[in-house]
């Protein structure tokens, strides 16, 4: 069965570029997740979808960054203006139901860096 | 709010050498509780999970019981390989009223020699 597939896998670009990262959840994947690893502060949720709809944002860092679902099986990410200080690892995840027992499925990540 | 502690790594064991990462957690209500692995250049992995006290998950010889009275749940392995070289996440979710959101440590980078 296919994963949790994140695109592209690595992004470079210039600073104040538009930025956008992709996912494809599992199919039958209710919930989705976005996250930010750093060096600095580790793992930390942005954003999480059920049934499309935003539910949690209070991690979105501020107004340069935007997430979409617009559909079961596609989200973005989106970063605009970047900046140096948004280079991170984004990870995408999903989970049947998002409920608090069930474990989440990751991608493999986007490598952003913004010089 | 909710919290995770893992202990400071990297860890440097030789191989079959006996594993155990501590993690500690602060969270009202009843979490569940993970341990994630993260191999070089991939995502994150369920490696196991235990969903109330008592409980142990068990996978690939990794263990670790949920100890509600000390709020710990620290993972194990009798016997460590090589392939064991990773970052290890413990994790929970469900507390404090969050249903799904996953609270992380900071991760322990293990090292095993051969």
């Known amino acids: 069965d296919a994963g949790v597939i994140q695109s592209p896998r690595h992004e470079v670009t210039e600073m104040g570029q538009e930025v956008t990262l992709r996912c494809k959840p599992i199919?039958?994947?209710?919930?989705l997740f976005w996250y930010r690893q750093t060096m600095m502060r580790g793992l930390e949720l942005l954003i999480y979808f059920n049934n499309n709809v935003p539910i949690d944002d209070s991690g979105m860092p501020e107004d340069r960054f935007s997430a979409k679902m617009p559909n079961a099986s596609f989200s973005t990410l989106k970063i605009q203006p970047s900046e140096p200080r948004d280079s991170a690892v984004y990870f995408c995840?999903?989970?049947?139901?998002?409920?608090?027992?069930?474990?989440?499925?990751f991608g493999d990540g986007t490598r952003l860096s913004i010089l | 709010g909710d919290s995770v502690t893992q202990m400071e790594g990297p860890v440097t064991l030789s191989e079959e050498a006996f594993l155990t990462i501590n993690c500690t957690y602060t969270a009202t209500g009843y979490p569940s509780l993970f341990w994630y692995v993260q191999y070089p250049g991939e995502g994150l992995q369920l490696l196991l999970k235990a969903t109330k006290a008592d409980d142990k998950g068990s996978n690939k010889g990794f263990e670790a019981t949920y100890r509600k009275e000390t709020t710990s749940f620290h993972l194990e392995k009798g016997s460590v390989q090589v392939s064991d070289s990773a970052v290890y996440f413990c994790a929970l979710t469900g507390g404090s009223g969050n249903t799904g959101k996953l609270i992380f440590g900071q991760g322990t980078t293990l090292q095993v020699k051969p």
């Open positions: 199919s039958g994947h209710n919930s």
């Open positions: 995840a999903s989970s049947p139901t998002g409920g608090r027992e069930q474990p989440q499925h």
